[in-house]
């Protein structure tokens, strides 16, 4: 098993995005950026002043790119730090000492919200391929139609098999046809079909639910990373593709060819997830692997040896 910090460690080290346009979870508050013109401008500086902001946990810094007697009227970002908050009258301090008073606008800062969309993304694919399955026992009340278990997401649950009755070995499955989900006016509702449990037995539901991160099995979660990663990667792809000045003719073909790089590494991280889920190229789903108790009759009409469909029709 694993958590989201783990996913969110992997996925940085796999992606290893440089660019800022992705935040770095190592980076939470690092500064995205700043207003090119100061809140204020203070007086006593000079051209290139290396200006502190004050606040963060680890120092950011910026640079004077433009004064008017003294006066700061333009800078730009030099280190992003850590720890900061967005926001306007940021205050500095200055290397060499000279000038004061000089604040800055801090415009955005780096968060988790970029990784977590691509790993919570991942999540709801892997599902689909390879969903959790928890079971309960549910008390019967002498009726057919029973409340769908605590954990039941609509649009996406499916039963997988139900016990009934408990604690026979081998396990007495009902077929898939004595139970259904059924739809009433104001919820869904497990209906078996053929059978009332009295409030002194119980049947067991086995049924699917989304994956989070604490309930990737072990073995899948680099490719669950994996799949995340190439997600992100997939972004900063379209991010470079649409980045670029068309009078800087080399800075354009920089762009485009991070925009190449980015998107072949997203399909084969993509391809190294199907491999391992066992999916075949153009598949975004594997046949599920569904527990039925099929009901069979043998030569000559009999009825199976075991819990004959009779011996269930009268419970």
Not at 79 to 101: E, F, H
Not at 204 to 223: C, E
Request: glycine share 8%; net charge negative.
């Amino acid at each position: 098993m694993s958590s989201q910090d783990d996913f969110r460690t992997r996925v940085i080290g796999i992606v290893k995005d440089d660019s800022g346009k992705l935040d770095d979870p190592k980076g939470v508050g690092a500064i995205k950026a700043i207003a090119s013109a100061p809140t204020a401008g203070g007086s006593g500086y000079s051209l290139n002043d290396v200006l502190t902001i004050t606040g963060g946990s680890t120092a950011a810094t910026a640079k004077v790119t433009a004064v008017a007697a003294g006066v700061v009227t333009a800078v730009e970002l030099v280190t992003r730090g850590a720890g900061y908050t967005p926001g306007s009258g940021k205050t500095t301090t200055v290397a060499p000492a000279g000038g004061t008073g000089c604040t800055l606008e801090i415009v955005s800062v780096m968060s988790l919200e970029a990784y977590d969309r691509h790993i919570a993304a991942a999540l709801e694919r892997y599902s689909k391929h390879r969903p959790k399955v928890d079971v309960v026992d549910i008390t019967g009340d002498g009726t057919h139609d029973y409340a769908t278990p605590t954990g039941w997401i609509d649009e996406f649950s499916s039963i997988v098999s139900v016990e009934y009755p408990v604690g026979e070995v081998p396990e007495a499955l009902l077929d898939a046809d004595d139970y259904k989900i059924y739809q009433t006016t104001s919820a869904k509702k497990i209906r078996l079909i053929n059978d009332a449990p009295p409030a002194t037995e119980t049947f067991r539901v086995s049924f699917t639910v989304p994956r989070t991160a604490t309930t990737v099995p072990s073995g899948d979660v680099d490719a669950v990373a994996k799949l995340a990663a190439s997600f992100c990667l997939e972004e900063l792809a379209n991010a470079f593709a649409q980045t670029g000045d068309s009078t800087i003719g080399a800075d354009v073909v920089n762009y485009h060819s991070k925009s190449s790089e980015f998107a072949a590494r997203a399909k084969r991280l993509m391809q190294l997830y199907k491999e391992h889920m066992g999916l075949k190229d153009g598949d975004t789903t594997p046949a599920a692997a569904v527990i039925r108790d099929f009901d069979q009759k043998y030569p000559g009409g009999l009825d199976r040896l075991t819990h004959p469909r009779r011996a269930r029709e009268r419970r």
